[in-house]
């Protein structure tokens, strides 16, 4: 059996430097009526204590590997977002 191959997708951090983050999901929030993307750093994948990234994105044109990343600035979006990340990860965790 093959292994899933994982998305990756690189990040430019605020000083242009690029980074490799695999994506763990993305997942739409009603409330919001906005799209995010939850991801890990590549290199820390195999840590115990990953940290997770959340960004709200919008696809550019049509291709799906076009995305424009936006910080979660908002508390009230960030707890939405924080929450389904919760759901997910549990979820996640149950089904293995």
């Known amino acids: 059996m093959a292994l899933e191959e994982k998305e990756r997708i690189i990040i ?3 000083n242009g430097e ?12 009603d409330e919001t009526n906005q799209s995010y993307i939850a991801v890990v750093p590549a290199e ?12 709200r994105y919008e696809e550019k044109g049509q291709d799906d590997d076009d995305l424009a990343l936006f910080p979660i600035e908002d508390d009230e979006e960030w707890e939405l977002v924080e929450e389904m990340l919760n759901t997910l990860a549990d979820e996640e965790t149950h089904d293995h």
């Open 18 to 29: 690029e980074h490799l983050f695999e994506v763990l999901f993305t997942f739409d929030v």
């Open 12 to 14: 430019p951090d605020e």
């Open 44 to 55: 820390q994948k195999d840590d115990d204590e990953v940290e997770v990234y959340a960004f």
